[in-house]
């Protein structure tokens, strides 16, 4: 009988194919449940904040577990962190399933967190360890399908499901994660342990303690949660220069260029990510549309991007990740004018202009992914891939933040745009305005960190930038 070995390209597609499923269900979990969050307050006679814990506990662990799971990487295997991550996510399902009284449905929702915050770490680790430097982009735009795809799906199986059932069902479909695992447990046979030490469990805590009280800050607007951060991030500060064996080496962060990398991914989410903010919102309270045709105004979106997803990841591949930062910067420009200008008015239009948006939003996080893998060295990509994925979702709290303090604000007297003539829709016309202004910036900083060093080394940018 002949040995049909698998070959690491063979290895390397099979796991994406499970990872871009797996992403689908993380992705559907983590917003399918902002549809369901009035029946929830109506059937535990909740306040509106009180009802919110639903979402702002899963938040708050899944941020702390993205970076915690990319650390663990470097001491243990990626088959066993995703076994247990999965494990727990399943357990967190079942108990919000069995959920009788409100505490329950948050610890529900947080061991479920806690549980599939080792996919984003998965997400980024896998194209990285499997595929090449030359077709790593193709890799991560396999996984911003997956991403694209569960967003899209959430919305509209979260209104199928509470319409015909119970939203009880919601916390079984985490279940269908569970087919995934016989594949990991294969493919990822040979991946390495990782190396045998102890773990700086204070700095672990402390940089919790830091993600926690920021995101509360945010969600919240409490100063003592902010003042909370700020110490919590001095003490973990003091601490990785001190500790022996710290939790995150002081070292990355002397790595200049990826510094700069996650100060840009920084800004960049938070203007990328503010349209699935802002568009639900525009449509409900200006267009007066129910949530469910909200959800099919969005769909287009989505399913261009699945379908055009791994054309940003071929592009970076083939000319470069600067390349791709601007297209997804013209793109993310496009739709912000467009929305500025169609803001209160025909909801198709909005539809059309939020596919540029969108599909600008995934190309964006493919090139930053991109990019910061490009400036770690081996030893070093665990935990910086971590640390990406955990400022990428603080980054979308801060943005939410943000413009939801804008809109609060009330309606302003005039548009920057002269063409709406809707005043209720003045504010999400000037916010659209000002993000389109804020792209061209940030993509010019881009451009005098990354785009000119890229350009004169054929398309790469090697680790010793």
């Known amino acids: ?233 001095l003490l973990f500060i003091l601490r990785i220069r001190s500790a022996a064996a710290p939790f995150i080496h002081p070292d990355i962060f002397r790595n200049r260029q990826y510094s700069i990398i996650l100060m840009i991914t920084f800004c960049i989410t938070g203007i990328s990510f503010s349209s699935p903010y802002l568009i639900p919102q525009l449509l409900t309270l200006v267009n007066g549309l129910s949530p469910a045709y909200v959800g099919i105004i969005m769909l287009p979106a989505a399913i261009v991007t699945t379908v055009l997803g791994r054309k940003g990841g071929k592009l970076a591949d083939e000319h470069g990740n600067p390349r791709l930062v601007y297209t997804a910067a013209s793109l993310l420009g496009i739709g912000f004018l467009c929305l500025s200008s169609v803001a209160g008015g025909s909801a198709v239009l909005v539809s059309i202009s939020l596919v540029f948006c969108v599909l600008g939003q995934s190309f964006m996080q493919i090139a930053m992914s991109n990019t910061v893998s490009r400036t770690l060295t081996p030893e070093q990509t665990g935990v910086g891939m971590g640390l990406f994925s955990m400022l990428t979702f603080i980054s979308a709290a801060t943005s939410t933040a943000v413009l939801g303090k804008v809109l609060d604000s009330g309606a302003p007297e005039a548009a920057f745009n002269p063409i709406p003539g809707n005043e209720a829709s003045f504010v999400f016309s000037n916010i659209f305005a000002v993000l389109a202004v804020l792209v061209i910036a940030v993509s010019m900083v881009y451009y005098v960190q990354f785009g000119r060093k890229e350009s004169r080394s054929s398309g790469t940018i090697s680790r010793g930038l």
């Open 1 to 233: 009988m002949k040995n049909h070995a698998v070959t690491p390209d063979i290895k390397g597609n099979v796991l994406m194919r499970a990872l871009v499923f797996i992403l689908v269900i993380s992705s559907m979990n983590a917003n399918m449940f902002n549809i369901v969050l009035p029946t929830i307050s109506k059937q535990f006679e909740l306040s509106p904040s009180q009802v919110s814990w639903v979402i702002t506990s899963y938040m708050i662990v899944y941020a702390v577990g993205a970076v915690t799971f990319g650390k663990l990487t470097e001491k243990y295997r990626l088959k066993n962190l995703l076994t247990y991550g999965l494990l727990l996510f399943v357990l967190g399902s079942m108990a919000g399933v069995a959920a009788t009284e409100y505490w329950m449905i948050i610890a529900g929702r947080i061991i479920q967190a806690a549980g599939a915050s080792v996919i984003p770490a998965m997400a980024m680790i896998i194209p990285i360890r499997y595929f090449s430097p030359e077709k790593r982009g193709r890799a991560l735009g396999t996984s911003a399908i997956g991403i694209a795809l569960g967003t899209a799906l959430g919305p509209i199986i979260a209104g199928m499901v509470i319409s015909a059932w119970s939203w009880r069902i919601l916390f079984l479909i985490p279940l269908l994660s569970l087919l995934t695992l016989p594949v990991y447990r294969k493919y990822l046979q040979g991946d390495e342990s990782g190396k045998a030490g102890p773990m700086d469990w204070l700095g672990g805590i402390l940089l919790a303690g830091a993600v926690t009280a920021t995101l509360l800050a945010l969600t919240s607007g409490s100063f003592p949660f902010a003042l909370a951060a700020v110490l919590m991030l």
